[in-house]
């Protein structure tokens, strides 16, 4: 048998807008950011209080970086939802819905951030995540958790990148 007879043709993962299309786990959101640019470079709205999709109030920021090649994850959060947003260069953010009270308990979601197409993720509570830098350059984002972060008492909770209790290889090459 000649191999393009094996080949499994892509499935669709786009709007016609140019939108993903993904089967979002429960609570999370993805709200692409408008870049506008002209002859001095580019302006990208990372928040506006008038956004319609925002239903917790902006309260805290930081920025955080990820080294090529590196794996950060898994963790989750109790008390408050993260909201992520890609400031330079590109990284995978793989979420797991292991909530028992879930109608989507079990499934994973892949997002592939980069500046070059912002937006913002929303991640809730409970709900596991880890970030993965496939590219040879850093990668920086900025969160707008919905809680400060509390020195005494960090909002975090994890597993290492191997662990066998979530089905998902964060060591999977890009492509595969």
Known sequence: MTLWLKAKQDQKTTT??????????????????????????TLVELFNPKWENIEEP?????????????VKGWAYHKLHKDRYVMISGAMKVVLYDDRDDSSTKGKINEFYLTHERPGMLTIP????????????????LMNFP???????????????????????DLYKKPGG
Not at 16 to 24: K, P, V
Not at 125 to 140: G, K, L, M, Q, R
Not at 147 to 160: C, F, M, N, V
């Open 146 to 168: 919905t809680l400060e972060y509390i020195r005494d008492a960090p909002d975090k909770y994890r597993l290492p990148p191997d662990t066998d209790l979530i089905p998902y």
């Open 125 to 140: 509570e409970f709900v596991w995540h880890a970030d993965v830098n496939f590219t040879s350059n850093e990668a920086i």
């Open 58 to 70: 902006f309260t805290y920021c930081y920025q955080t970086s990820l080294l090529p090649g590196v």
């Open 16 to 41: 016609e807008t140019g939108n993903f299309i993904q089967d979002l786990i429960d609570g999370v959101r993805y709200m692409p950011l408008n870049p506008i640019g002209d002859d001095r470079g």
